[in-house]
């Protein structure tokens, strides 16, 4: 005889819209298959993916490079006028590339220059702090799922919650102003100093999303063979040296992808440091996709042709980026992508 | 080393726990600083911005700031129609009082003690301090919800995170079944079709997807946030590896039984595939639920804003009423929380075998 229990019973309760639902399905599918053949099924299973795939990303792609080639106000692109090159030319014109200001359309390469210096420095201290943190967590230490955890958590949070949990502490009232009052200094107004605002941008940035990288790297630390360490200690090797000799260099895979996966992200910031410093003081903390965002959305003029132009320029950053994560990635674990 | 060790440690043996050498090392040291540091730097900030939240509007105010929410105490006096607050009064002698406030003028405060109402004291303001006690600010999260519009945010944002994982899931372990189980012309382009919309991030093509939105008709319309991301390269990936490793036995044994292709898909290897439908749930419902970008261009009206980019809108407002904003940050996290404290495994050992975020 079979008895089930009632605790069972119930979780198949659950199930039964579900069932229900794949059995109403099965009706059309049935004949849909009937009709195409067993051996066409696969494209019908992959039909709305594709589908989607194909109305939100690909075809995007190509209306990108027609905005970027027409100019007006217009968002359809039948009322477009076909402009050429303009957009570009008029984005790279610049006399003196280092100097923002002597660009016609100064915002946009104030916008990369800010980008480069908020990834160069986010980049590195992101790996860094992400690889000690990972170093630390792969010892023999109590309570190290804790410690993970604790590292992890703020990955989970919207960039939204982020800002605003780090602005609250960085206002002019705020609690930091109130430790430095205390112990004898004067405040510092963060929001008002491009520096200062460049300086809790990174930082802000690297706090959110250290947990992810320190995860990665964690997992390249913890399939490193043991039995390397332990002939190491035989020798007795001092740890430094164990360090450079043998964790880095069988880390480096891993670093690799971290440090490419980080600056794919990090040319793309936008969402966190918008909503911290809303791009300023001044345009001190507007990045590339922020330009993007303003000239396409904001402004008073919505500039769409001028935005792709920038969108299409910002694509072929990130294309060689991502060419370059997936020949770290190959140099990793030789077929994965 | 077991992960539950982690909830039960003390810390003198933290501080003794080396690699069982017996001896410090410096490196001992400095691991136990850098992590003592790290559950300050990492849960501070968010502990700080929960127990603000709590506070009034004037204890937000107030600086240096106090670390628990405080409010003053009111009093009933006879003769007044609402309550008074109290303050303790220092006189001349240094004796203390507890009186209540009935007004201030300039820097004396007219006061009266509440046993004996019908005496009015005047007081200078700085020989008086508020008599407070913990308390916690309800009103801070109950009035956002009521009176402005963040139960329709929240409703939004359950909406969109619920539709959008549902349709994700289902078209994506529809494709993953598809490129898994069967061999067929153009698989492998598919797959690196796949794979290559992996290299084009939203950033890049917001212009053009904003106007597919819009001939769609769907701006500011709660579909055209969920539709534009609902097929990820990722989720592809990651069902159709898992889908790999199910027995072939099983799907032919299930077509002598004579089942369609769908019910092969809905009734065997679905089920069998949980585990990863799971962590791709997970991945979803935190992707859609802290989504802003893509929203924040889609949805120009207050109606149909989700949490982030309603929160966004508060917190931009020229007078920034803090006390909600803390508040409905908190609202916006407890999902999160909650998920993080019950699926944080998952979530963990996803990204470690996919190096998805």
Known sequence: MDIQHPRRNLAELAWTPLRLLGALVDFPLRAIQRIVGIDRMPYVFLLPNLGFFGIFVVLPLFINFAFSLTGGTNLFLSDRVYTGTEQYEFLLDCENFVDSGSCREDRFWRGIFNTFIFVSFQVFFLVLFSLITALILNREIRGRGFFRAVYFFPVLLSPVVVALVWKWILLRDGILNAFLVGIGLEKILFFVSPQWA???????????????????????????????????????????????????????????????????????????????????????????????????????????????????????????????????????????? | ???????????????????????????????????????????????????????????????????????????????????????????????????????????????????????????????????????????????????????????????????????????????????????????????????????????????????????????????????????????????????????????????????????????VVLPLAAPAIAVLAIFSIMWRWNDFLWPLIVLNRSEVYTLQVGLNAFQGELDVQWHYVLAMTVVTLIPVIFVFAFLQRFITTGIASTGMK
Do not use: C
């Open chain 1, 198 to 337: 460049m300086f809790w941008a990174i930082f802000v940035s690297i706090w959110a999303h250290m947990g992810f990288y320190t995860l990665i790297l964690l997992a390249g630390l913890q399939a490193i063979p043991p039995d390397l360490y332990e002939a190491a200690e035989m020798d007795g090797t001092r740890k430094e040296r164990v360090f450079w000799r043998i964790t880095l260099p069988l880390l480096w895979p891993n670093m690799l992808v971290v440090i490419v996966l980080a600056l794919i992200k990090g040319v793309q910031i936008f969402d966190e440091v918008f909503v911290l410093t809303g791009g300023g003081p001044g345009t001190a903390t507007q990045f590339i996709v922020q330009y993007i965002y303003n000239t396409g959305f904001t402004n008073q003029i919505q500039n769409f042709g001028l935005a792709s132009a920038a969108s299409v320029i910002l694509g072929v950053v990130l294309f060689a980026l991502t060419l370059a994560q997936l020949a770290a990635a190959r140099r990793k674990d030789g077929t994965n992508v």
């Open chain 2, 1 to 267: 080393m077991s992960e539950a060790a982690g909830i039960r440690f003390s810390p003198v043996s933290l501080l003794r726990a080396t690699r069982g050498r017996g001896r410090l090392h410096w490196t001992d040291v400095f691991s136990y600083g850098y992590l003592a540091f790290g559950i300050f730097l990492m849960f501070g900030p968010v502990v700080w911005l929960a127990l603000s939240s709590f506070k009034t509007p004037s204890g937000l105010l107030e600086f240096p700031p106090t670390l628990l929410p405080l409010g003053q105490i009111e009093v009933e006096v006879d003769g007044h129609d609402k309550p008074l607050p109290l303050y303790r009064v220092t006189h001349d002698d240094g004796s203390a009082t507890e009186l209540a406030q009935i007004r201030r003028i300039g820097i004396v405060a007219q006061m009266v003690d509440p046993v004996d109402p019908e005496t009015r004291i005047k007081v200078p303001i700085d020989r008086r301090e508020a008599v407070r006690e913990f308390r916690i600010a309800w009103e801070n999260y109950v009035a956002p919800l009521q009176r402005f519009n963040f139960l329709i945010y929240l409703k939004n944002s359950v909406v969109v995170t619920v539709v959008a994982t549902a349709v994700t899931l289902l078209i994506n372990s529809m494709a993953a079944y598809g490129l898994a189980i069967y061999e067929f012309r153009g698989r492998n382009a598919i797959m690196l079709f796949v794979i290559g919309t992996l290299m084009i991030p939203i950033t890049v093509i917001l212009v053009p997807v904003y106007l597919v939105v819009t001939e769609l008709g769907m701006i500011n319309s709660l579909w055209g946030v969920i539709l534009p991301g609902a097929a990820t390269p990722t989720g592809v990936f990651l069902l159709r590896q898992y889908m790999l490793t199910i027995p072939r036995d099983l799907i032919e044994a299930a077509r002598m039984d004579r089942a369609s292709e769908w019910a092969i898909y809905w009734r």
